[in-house]
């Protein structure tokens, strides 16, 4: 089956304007849910995590809208400082939320975009968050931990990590309360990229990241 387009959606805030790329489901029946996640603070929303996302979860009735922080847009080598990410967060989700009323809101995000929706989930009234890639501390620093950002989330929240991710690797992470889970992606890395000989492969981890990230929100 073709993948419709991805329609782009200008979202004026208050530190610039950003941009919403939104996959919608095909079909009558309205969306169950919509999930808006940001990227992180070295890419757009083009990783190949947030793109596999764009392209399994509509056929489960779930609107990915991926948003491109104002930086990005801007064409800024380097990612805005974590409050100013909240903020454009914020306001890409109440254009979400004016584009698709009612619909069950899920935010997410990989990487820093992962902190800003755990930071932000409970004050957007989120009924869940996904964390891809939780940057649990910088690479060789497990004293700096933000595990108070991934518990703070308030909501129910699915971490998916990759088992070589230096920013955390899933054994890292303490067992976290009820309501959080943790996903485990065999030999990714933070990218969550695998070795070209590796297995399950390329294409195979990707599907386990899109099916984790499908069945979690279908089941809030």
Do not use: Y
Request: with cysteine.
């Amino acid at each position: 089956m073709t993948r419709p387009p991805t329609a782009e959606i200008e979202v004026e805030t208050p530190v610039g304007p950003g941009r919403l790329h939104l996959d919608r489901p095909t079909g009558p029946r309205a969306p169950s849910a919509v999930l808006l996640v940001s990227h992180g603070a070295g890419n757009g929303v083009d990783t190949r995590d947030l793109e596999a996302l764009a392209a399994a979860l509509p056929a489960r009735g779930v609107v990915v809208a991926r948003f491109e922080q104002p930086w990005r847009v801007a064409g800024r080598p380097v990612a805005a400082p974590p409050a100013t990410l909240d903020v454009g967060f914020t306001a890409a989700a109440a254009r979400v939320g004016a584009l698709l009323p009612g619909v069950r809101l899920v935010v997410g995000g990989r990487s820093a975009g992962a902190r800003s929706a755990c930071r932000t989930a409970s004050a957007l009234g989120a009924a869940a968050c996904v964390a891809l890639a939780f940057p649990l501390h910088p690479p060789g620093k497990p004293e700096s931990s933000r595990l108070p950002e991934l518990l703070g989330s308030g909501v129910p929240t699915l971490v998916v990590q990759g088992e070589r991710d230096p920013f955390g690797r899933p054994e890292e992470f303490p067992d976290l309360p009820a309501g959080h889970r943790l996903v485990t992606v065999p030999g990714a890395d933070h990218g969550l990229k695998v070795g070209a000989r590796a297995v399950p492969d390329q294409d195979a981890v990707l599907e386990l990241v899109a099916t984790a990230v499908g069945e979690f929100v279908g089941s809030i």
